[in-house]
């Protein structure tokens, strides 16, 4: 299968998506897999995983929902108060539901000690007992929190969202693949190669900005723990999926086609169990 290991649905509510400011416009809206389908029919991905947007229960039955009814949606990367003392009683209600692989957190909205809190640390640690993965949606300057959460944790399989958000526009590249190089050490750490059109300017980019980021986490992570994802619809905003995809597919090809299906399926199938 060829799989899109990172996009979104939502139904669109302005009070409470308020980070889609005014300069976001094109996504204000509702984005429904009825949206995606033929999009990912055209670009030739055979399936998705929907990850969470909003930080609430009813966002997880949300997409768990939208997975039972589209069958291109092949997983969910849910959203589950990691700090509740009712945590692991959750937990095990939602490992009822095949569908559902992993959890994420909007640790980007947090401060940066956010992940080296021992309250989310013990809660992190009990997804390893329904094999729940675990997505990190962080900012360079939260590095340094993930790397001591995977070096707590070994026993949770990790991916990284959109190589961690490196100020691509800035070309500052020195001290966040430090920072990576240290993560990608942990076997059980995996990075997803997507959300970088909306790290670049996203009205001027050119795919050479984006092929230094991309030979850090080649060479860091190699080809079997590198996975893409379109960050669609949020993507949106500086590049259409074709786009998007290609600027992944461009760099890829000299690698020859067996890198290319491992990027582009096979290594989201493993980790998320597809």
Known sequence: MTIDAHQHFWFYTPERDTWITDDMAVIRRDFLPADLEPVLKAN?????VAVQADQSDA???LLVGLAN???????????VDLRS?????????????EELKGFRHVAQAEPDDFLMRPEVIRGIRQLAA??????ILIYPS????????????PEVNFVIDHL?????KKQEITRWSNWMGELAKHPNVHCKVSGMVTEADWHGWSKKDFFPYLDVVFEQFGPDRL??????????????????????EDYVAPWGAEVRQKVFGANAVRFYKL
Request: charge should be negative.
């Open 44 to 48: 030739g991905i055979d399936g998705c």
């Open 59 to 61: 966002e997880t039955t």
């Open 69 to 79: 009814a589209y069958d291109f949606v092949k997983g969910v990367v849910g959203w």
């Open 85 to 97: 003392n009712q945590l692991y009683d959750k937990l095990e209600v939602y490992s009822q539901y």
């Open 130 to 135: 329904f094999d729940f993965t675990y997505d």
């Open 142 to 153: 939260q590095l340094k929190a993930a790397l001591h959460l995977v070096r707590e944790v």
């Open 164 to 168: 961690a958000k490196p100020y691509i």
């Open 227 to 248: 996975m893409f994802g379109s960050d669609w619809p949020v993507c949106l905003v500086a590049a259409d999926y074709t786009q998007v995809k290609t600027l992944v």
